[in-house]
């Protein structure tokens, strides 16, 4: 369920300028819900099916899943509707609303942004510390065997405690 939805008082600027929702990696799925039903509007099951064979999202069980479908039609991001199924019962078909499109959007934009950010940070992580593998590497060369000591911390940065 989206519990922090973008709000004028709960948006922070991203990249480019564009405004961007506070979030916390448990809210995953409703990026990756609407993203599906974006695709094809969808029953229960087969939004369950996408978003584990074609997304490759491990995440809820069919019973999140669906509290979080109606808590999204709710908000207003996705319609339901009644539609008779090819041999049962009636099924719940959800499609995407015009505000779900543009909360998808947004999503996208925030999560580009805190893609370039985890990019930047690995980068200097594994170009100026090396990474794990790196430190073994270099302790096995005469270099610092202290786990998380890096040999030189970068202009600006304290290495740590020295003792001096």
Same mark, same amino acid.
């Given at each position: ?65 669906? +509290?979080?479908? =109606? ?9 339901? #509707?009644? $539609?008779?199924? *090819?041999? @049962? ?45 790196? +430190?073994?590497? =270099? ?9 998380? #000591?890096? $040999?030189?911390? *970068?202009? @600006? ?8």
């Amino acid at each position: 369920m989206p519990r922090r939805r973008p709000t004028p008082d709960s948006t922070a600027d991203g990249a480019n300028g564009h405004a961007v929702p506070r979030w916390s990696p448990r809210d995953m799925l409703v990026p990756y819900v609407l993203l599906a039903v974006s695709i094809q509007r969808a029953h229960g099951y087969v939004i369950e099916d996408y978003l584990k064979k074609t997304l490759k999202y491990t995440g809820p069980d069919m019973s999140t899943l669906y +509290r979080t479908l =109606r808590q999204l039609e709710k908000d207003g991001l996705l319609l339901s #509707a009644w $539609e008779p199924g *090819p041999t @049962g019962p009636a099924r719940r078909v959800y499609s995407i609303t015009d505000a779900g499109r543009a909360w998808l959007d947004t999503w996208g934009s925030m999560l580009d942004a805190y893609r370039g950010m985890i990019d930047n940070f690995f980068s200097f992580y594994t170009g100026a510390y090396g990474g794990a593998s790196s +430190r073994e590497t =270099r302790a096995h060369a005469g270099g610092s065997s202290k786990p998380g #000591a890096p $040999e030189q911390a *970068p202009a @600006g940065v304290s290495g740590g405690d020295t003792g001096e």
